[in-house]
C-alpha cells in the first residue's frame, strides 16, 4: 500500500472510533444536540426578551419581501435580536467543539491510549486527522439541528443561496480549526482534570465576542479584544453572508468580515495542526 | 556475488546474531530534566525467552520499555528490537512490538469488541480481518461473554486483560508488560500470568517489568535487576534467589527464650546475622547464600533445645531481601548520599544478638 492509502486507511479506522463513541452511547449524540437547543432558548428569549440591536430593524426590514415569515413582517427588535443572535450560535457551538475534543485528548494521554497508539506502525497524522474529520462530521449534523431550530424562532437566510453556502462551510472550516486547538491543548495538558478545569477559560473566551451583545456598548479595550477574537469575525462573516442584522463596528475584522474570518481559520489550522501532530509524535520525549 | 561486507563479516551472520536477541540495549541513557532515568543500561534478551526487568519504583523500568516501544528516544546509546534500531527504524519496531502498560489503555466508551476491531484495522487487518482476529482473541482468552459491554463496565482485572489481549492483535514476536499486575487481585494476577506462560511456550519473546520476585520467579528465564537506571544483577530467577538465602522468623511464646532461639536460628542459616525484637518477642535471620531453610527442620531443633515456638516461618526472599543483599540498602533509597543513611539505618533495625 502506498503512504496515501495508509494515510486515508488510518484517517478512516481513527474516525470510526469517534463515531462508535456516539453510537455506543446514544446520550452523548443526544446532549451534543440538546445543547445548542438549549443555547437558543436561553440566548433568545431570555437575553433577547431585554436586548435590543442597533440595526437589527433596518436588517429586518430590508426582507419584508420573504413571503410567509413569521419573524420579519414583525420585524420587531425581539425578532430582531434573534435574528442577530443565531449567526453568534453556530459559531458559539463551534468554539464549545474545543472542549470535548480537548478532555477526550487529555483523557487517552492519561488513560495511555495515546502511548498504545504510538507504540503502532501508524500515520499520526491519520490518527489526529480521523479524530478532526469525525469531529466535524457530528457538526454537520448539530449545525443543520441549530439552522432548523433558529428557522422556527424566526431566524432567516437574507443573502443569495452561494453567499448562505459560504456561510456555512466559514462555520464548518471554523469548527474544523477549534478542534485542531482543542487536540493541541488536550495532548499538551495530558490530564484528563487538568483539561477539564481549562474548560472554565473557554467559556470567556466565546463571551468576549460580538455573539450575544454588540461591541459597541463594551469598554474600549474589552471591545477591541472582542473585535479581533478569531470567532468575532466568524460571526461578522455570517451575519454578512445570511443577510442578518449586525451591529456597526469600524474595526478591521468587522469591516471585512470574510477575509479577515478566512485568515484566521488558516492561522489557527497552521499553527495547531502541525503542532498538535508534533505533540502527538514526541509525547513524554 | 559476494554477501560480505568490507569489514569481513558475513551479512547473514549479523542478521543471524540480530535475531539471536529479540532486544538488546547497549549504554542507553535517558534523563528527564534534572532526573537521570537511565544511566548507562545493558539489555540482552535472547529470542524466545522472558526476561523480567525487577526494581523498585523510579529504578527506570519504565523508561526502559518506553525506549524500546519507541515513546522516548534515548539520549544516549542503542536499542535494538527483533534486529532494528529504535531511533532508525521506528516504524519496523512498532510492526514487530506489543505493548501492555501500567494502565489499561483501553478505551473505556467502548466495547471489548470494539477496541479490538479498531486496533486490527490500525494495525491494517482491513475489516473483515479485523473483525475475525476480535473474535479470536476474545474466544481464546475468555472475553466472549463480555465482549458487547462498555469497558467502562468491566472490572480492573478484566481490563488488564482486554489491554494484554489489545496488544496481541498483530501476533508480535516480542511484547513488552509494564507491571502487568501491579494493583490486581490474586486471582487476576493468576489470568495474566497463565496468558503470559502461554505466549512463551508459543515463542513470543516477552520483556516484562515487576516489582514483584515471586513473578519475576514465576515468568521469567532471566530476571535482570536494575537500579537507578542501570542493571546491577542478572541472571536465571533460581540464582538470585540462591544468592540472597531464605528468610527465616519465629514468635515465641517466652521473651526468656529469645537467645536460645537466637543460637538455632544462627546454626540453622550458616552463621547468619540474627535480628532479635524483644518487645514482639520475635528472632529473626535471612540464611546465608546457598543455605536452604526447610520448615520441619527448624520446629525440631527449637523443640530439642525446649524452645515454645507460637509461630514460625520460612519465606522466600522477598524484592527487598535481593535489594539489601544485592546494594547494602534498603531499596526505595533516594541519592547516593542518602544511601549510606539508608544502609546504617538498616544495619540499626537489626539489633544483633
Redesign the interface.
Same mark, same amino acid.
Given at each position: 500500500?502506498s503512504a496515501v492509502a495508509?494515510l486515508a486507511?488510518?484517517t478512516?479506522?481513527?474516525m470510526?472510533?469517534v463515531l462508535?463513541?456516539y453510537r455506543?452511547?446514544p446520550g452523548l449524540l443526544a446532549v451534543s444536540l440538546a445543547v445548542p437547543v438549549l443555547m437558543v432558548v436561553v440566548f433568545g428569549y431570555v437575553f433577547g426578551s431585554a436586548i435590543t440591536v442597533p440595526g437589527a430593524e433596518t436588517g429586518a426590514a430590508g426582507a419584508t419581501g420573504a413571503t410567509g415569515a413569521p419573524g420579519a413582517s414583525g420585524a420587531g427588535s425581539v425578532d430582531g435580536y434573534r435574528e442577530f443572535l443565531m449567526p453568534g450560535l453556530f459559531a458559539m457551538v463551534a468554539v464549545n467543539g474545543i472542549m470535548p475534543t480537548m478532555v477526550g485528548a487529555a483523557r487517552d494521554v492519561?488513560?495511555?491510549?495515546t502511548?498504545?497508539?504510538?507504540?503502532?506502525?501508524?500515520s499520526r497524522t491519520g490518527?489526529l486527522l480521523g479524530q478532526t474529520l469525525a469531529d466535524l462530521l457530528v457538526s454537520v449534523v448539530v449545525l443543520a439541528l441549530l439552522a432548523a431550530v433558529g428557522l422556527v424562532v424566526g431566524w432567516r437566510i437574507r443573502g443569495g443561496a452561494a453567499d448562505a453556502a459560504g456561510a456555512f462551510g466559514l462555520l464548518l472550516l471554523f469548527r474544523f480549526a477549534m478542534t485542531w486547538v482543542g487536540l493541541l491543548l488536550g495532548l499538551a495538558v495530558g490530564k484528563e482534570e487538568a483539561a477539564g478545569q481549562l474548560v472554565v477559560a473557554v467559556f470567556p473566551l466565546a463571551m468576549v465576542t460580538n455573539a450575544f451583545v454588540p461591541t459597541g456598548g463594551m469598554p474600549g479595550w474589552l471591545a477591541a479584544v472582542a473585535e479581533w477574537n478569531p470567532m468575532s469575525a466568524v460571526v461578522q462573516a455570517g451575519r454578512d453572508l445570511f443577510g442578518n442584522p449586525s451591529a456597526p463596528s469600524a474595526a478591521w475584522p468587522m469591516q471585512h468580515s470574510v477575509p479577515a474570518a478566512l485568515l484566521w481559520c488558516a492561522v489557527l489550522l497552521l499553527v495547531c495542526g502541525p503542532f498538535a501532530v508534533r505533540k502527538f509524535a514526541s509525547?513524554?520525549? | 556475488m559476494s554477501d560480505t561486507a568490507w569489514t569481513g563479516i558475513p551479512k547473514s551472520s549479523e542478521a543471524a546474531r540480530n535475531a539471536a536477541f529479540a532486544v538488546e540495549m547497549s549504554g542507553v541513557e535517558k534523563r528527564f530534566g534534572a532526573t537521570r532515568a537511565l544511566r548507562g543500561l545493558d539489555l540482552a534478551v535472547p529470542a524466545g525467552t522472558v526476561c523480567g526487568l525487577l526494581g523498585p519504583n523510579g529504578a527506570g523500568k519504565t523508561t526502559a520499555v518506553?525506549v524500546l516501544?519507541?515513546?522516548?528516544?534515548p539520549d544516549r546509546g542503542a536499542a535494538r528490537v527483533a534486529g532494528h534500531d529504535v531511533a532508525r527504524e521506528p516504524?519496523a519496531v512498532?510492526?514487530s512490538?506489543g505493548?501492555a @502498560?501500567?494502565?489499561?489503555?483501553?478505551?473505556? @466508551?467502548?466495547?471489548g469488541r470494539?477496541n479490538l476491531h $479498531? $486496533?486490527g484495522?490500525?494495525?491494517?487487518l482491513g475489516g473483515r480481518g479485523a473483525r475475525d482476529r476480535a473474535e479470536e482473541l476474545l474466544d481464546r482468552f475468555g472475553l466472549t461473554g463480555a465482549a458487547d459491554r $462498555?469497558v467502562r463496565t468491566y472490572s480492573g482485572g478484566m481490563r488488564r486483560r482486554l489491554d494484554l489481549v489489545?496488544?496481541l492483535v498483530t501476533a508480535p514476536p516480542v511484547l513488552f508488560l509494564d507491571e502487568p499486575t501491579t494493583g490486581l487481585d490474586p486471582r487476576s494476577r493468576r489470568q495474566i500470568w497463565d496468558a503470559v506462560q502461554e505466549l512463551a511456550e508459543a515463542g513470543t519473546t516477552v520483556l516484562l517489568t515487576t516489582q514483584y520476585l515471586e513473578e519475576a520467579d514465576r515468568l521469567a528465564d532471566t530476571v535482570v535487576v536494575i537500579d537507578h537506571g542501570a542493571a546491577i544483577a542478572t541472571g536465571p530467577p533460581e540464582r538470585l534467589k540462591e544468592s540472597i538465602g531464605t528468610r527465616v522468623s519465629v514468635t515465641l511464646a517466652d521473651a526468656g527464650q529469645l537467645g536460645r532461639a537466637a543460637v538455632v536460628l544462627s546454626a540453622l542459616a550458616g552463621n547468619g546475622d540474627v535480628a532479635v525484637d524483644q518487645d514482639e518477642r520475635t528472632v529473626e535471620v535471612v540464611s546465608r547464600p546457598g543455605v536452604k531453610v526447610l520448615l520441619p527442620k527448624l520446629v525440631r531443633e527449637l523443640d530439642a533445645v525446649g524452645v515454645v515456638a507460637v509461630d514460625a516461618a520460612v519465606r522466600p526472599p522477598s524484592l527487598d531481601d535481593v535489594f539489601l543483599a544485592l546494594t547494602g540498602r534498603v531499596r526505595g533509597g533516594g541519592s547516593e548520599d542518602s544511601d549510606a543513611a539508608a544502609t546504617a539505618d538498616a544495619s540499626a533495625e537489626r539489633k544483633v544478638a
Open positions: 500500500m495508509n486507511a488510518d478512516w479506522s481513527s470510526l472510533r462508535l463513541h455506543r452511547s492519561g488513560r495511555g491510549v502511548d498504545r497508539l504510538r507504540s503502532m506502525a501508524v490518527l509525547h513524554g520525549t | 518506553r516501544a519507541t515513546l522516548v528516544a516504524d512498532r510492526r512490538i505493548l @502498560g501500567q494502565h489499561a489503555a483501553v478505551d473505556e @466508551g467502548l466495547t470494539d $479498531l $486496533l484495522r490500525l494495525h491494517r $462498555l489489545a496488544s
